[in-house]
Structure formats: structure tokens, C-alpha cells
């Protein structure tokens, strides 16, 4: 059973760092494109970064790009998403994905003002 297992998520104030890991299990994704995903309340999930198998990213959403940095460990079958200057409206539950298919339970990252 493939399992997609986020952490990392927490209270943060603003203008703090929070870093996020999924790790998967079940089946290996080194070969696999993987990204995060985030979805707002009230609002349509939305790609917030993905990078290649080969470990390069290859999308940041405007609203995150100088921000957040998205790596992975292949070795761990795990991706990471560092998210630095923190702002309210990063205020989300944010999901991890996997070959564009398989997704995670999500982690809840609140930002205050």
C-alpha cells in the first residue's frame, strides 16, 4: 500500500521558517517527479512547487519563488519544502504528491499576524 506521509507543519508567526518533509512508502519514487500542493480555506488547491526526479525544481508558484525551496532525498524516498519568510497568507493545509497521482493526508501550516 503506497502510504505518502507529511510533517512539519505547525503554528509559525509571520515572517518565521517551517521546514516540511513527506516521506513515502510502499513503492519507490526516485524516478518520479514529486511536489507540494496547498489548499487555503475557502479556496481550490494550488501547486506550490515540484521538482524532478533528477532533484531540480521545476515550479514555484509567484507567490512563493524566493521563498519556500523544495529538495528531495532519493536514497529516503522523501522531498522537503523549506518555507522561510512566512506570510499570513501561506496559511494552508499543505500536501505532498508523488508521480502527479498519489497524494498525502496533508500537514497544517498557520501563519499569524
Known amino acids: 500500500q503506497v502510504q505518502l506521509v507529511e510533517s512539519g507543519g505547525g503554528l509559525v508567526q509571520a515572517g518565521g521558517s517551517l521546514r516540511l518533509s513527506c516521506a513515502a512508502s510502499?513503492?519507490?519514487?526516485?524516478?518520479?517527479?514529486m511536489g507540494w500542493y496547498r489548499q487555503a480555506p475557502g479556496k481550490e488547491r494550488e501547486k506550490v512547487a515540484t521538482?524532478?526526479?533528477?532533484?531540480?525544481?521545476?515550479y514555484y508558484a509567484d507567490s512563493v519563488k524566493g521563498r519556500f525551496a523544495i529538495s528531495r532525498d532519493n536514497a529516503k524516498d522523501s522531498v522537503y519544502l523549506q518555507m522561510n519568510d512566512l506570510k499570513p497568507e501561506d496559511t494552508a493545509v499543505y500536501y505532498c504528491?508523488?508521480?502527479?497521482?498519489?497524494w498525502g493526508k496533508g500537514t497544517l501550516v498557520t501563519v499569524s499576524s
Open positions: 504528491n508523488a508521480a502527479g497521482f498519489y
Open positions: 510502499g513503492r519507490t519514487f526516485t524516478l518520479s517527479d
Open positions: 521538482i524532478t526526479w533528477r532533484g531540480a525544481p521545476s
